[in-house]
């Protein structure tokens, strides 16, 4: 399967706890975006790498949450203290821009419950 | 902020109808794109224009990037049972390097046998 991978697909934990979720981007796709989605609402941008520079970080991602891409393949997202307004489901997307031209593709997502 | 109005909301329709959905925005976008999303999963790519007037078909699918770049629609002919889900519409803004997506609050479609 070449597509875009997340682990774990679920995770279930308690407030004030420490989390850390990983992507794996299509192979040779430069691009690697986290969106965050909560219910009954499209994703929304977190954050975004071009290979392994952190290039954009939305206001939606509060100093408890950090990203990283270490040698510009997959990626991890972070969230420490956790709270119940975490609770979302975490999408990662991963794109080969060529040109004007650039196609996101998402993974199927990790779905987080904070008690 | 950027924001997209997409409608309708919800859409209950007999089996072999057809369906259209659309999306506005204020903002001009460089590239539309349309998602489909079943429960529990990600977004999966059903279409994606980069130019404005582009119309695009994938099978039953039907999109076309408005003209002013500030509008998309998505037409479906000949619905049928998987059809049903959430599709979403996205667009890029694509100034500068940033190619964040910006998404519709999604139009839930289902399908009656």
């Known amino acids: 399967d070449t597509g875009v991978s997340q682990d774990p697909r679920h995770k279930i934990t308690k407030r004030g706890q420490n989390v850390t979720f990983r992507c794996d981007p299509i192979?040779?796709?430069?691009?690697l975006y986290w969106y965050r989605q909560t219910l009954g609402q499209g994703p929304e941008f977190l954050t975004y790498?071009?290979?392994?520079?952190?290039?954009?970080k939305s206001r939606l991602l509060s100093d408890r949450f950090s990203a990283e891409r270490p040698k510009g393949s997959f990626s991890t997202l972070e969230i420490q203290r956790t709270e119940q307004g975490d609770s979302a489901m975490y999408l990662c997307?991963?794109?080969?821009?060529?040109?004007?031209?650039?196609?996101?593709?998402f993974g199927p997502g990790t779905r987080l419950l904070v008690l | 902020g950027q924001q997209l109005n997409q409608s309708p909301q919800s859409m209950f329709i007999q089996e072999g109808e057809d369906v259209s959905m659309n999306c506005t925005s204020s903002s001009i976008f460089n590239t539309w794109l349309w998602y489909k999303q079943d429960p529990g999963e990600g977004p999966v790519l059903l279409i994606a224009?980069?130019?404005?007037?582009e119309l695009t078909s994938n099978g039953r699918l039907t999109a076309q990037f408005g003209i002013t770049r500030k509008d998309s629609f998505l037409n479906i002919s000949a619905s049928i049972p998987s059809d049903v889900g959430i599709y979403f519409c996205a667009g890029q803004l694509g100034s500068g390097n940033t190619g964040k997506l910006i998404f519709g609050q999604g139009t839930t479609l289902q399908v009656k046998p």
């Open positions: 192979s040779e796709h430069n691009r």
């Open positions: 997307a991963s794109s080969l821009r060529q040109g004007r031209e650039e196609t996101q593709y």
């Open positions: 790498f071009q290979n392994e520079a952190q290039l954009e």
């Open positions: 224009l980069y130019k404005a007037g």
